[in-house]
């Protein structure tokens, strides 16, 4: 089996983003494990309630999206362990990119999704000359909202009782940033 990553996008010299595969499920179930209290306050995928074959499948199924040009499933890598994920959606029919993120408790406060999302944010422009990248969390989410707030993001809109969230509705907020813009303030 080779070892070398699919994709590989380098954040920092100790950071990387690497395409999610298969093989890097348990990984990502121990990681998942360890910060469940903070995932269901603020996310609800199914394929991290169930136990490793939920989650290989998912990723599988994540796969399939990047070889069909849909977006790339990524793995936040620090000093060689897996501590985040970076979901990168395409829409080309608009064309437009979608940023998710979360991060391992212990790794949060260090900078490490904003300067993921900087990457990304470029690659997109530049790479898949996206006219806007998008990004949306929940409205009470006040880490997630700092990140597109830091790359100068501009807040487009609430949307009231977006969706059910285990116990709960919560708004969500959209944000967004124009290619214009990036060229303009240079946010790289």
Known sequence: MNAEPVLCLQVNEETQLRLLEERHAEAFLALIERNRAQLQAWIAVDAYAGPVEVL?????QRLLQFVDGEGYHLGIWHKDALVGLLDYRLNQREPTAELGYWLDTLQQGKG???QA???MVRHAFEEHQVQKVEISCAADNL???AIPERLGFTLEGTLQRAGWLRDRYVDAVWYGLLV???QEHRIR
Do not use: F
């Not at 290989?56 to 599988?60: G, H, N």
């Open 56 to 60: 290989r499948a998912y990723l599988r």
């Open 112 to 114: 490490l999704v904003t």
């Open 117 to 119: 999302c900087r990457i």
């Open 143 to 145: 880490r997630s909202r």
């Open 180 to 182: 214009s813009e990036w």
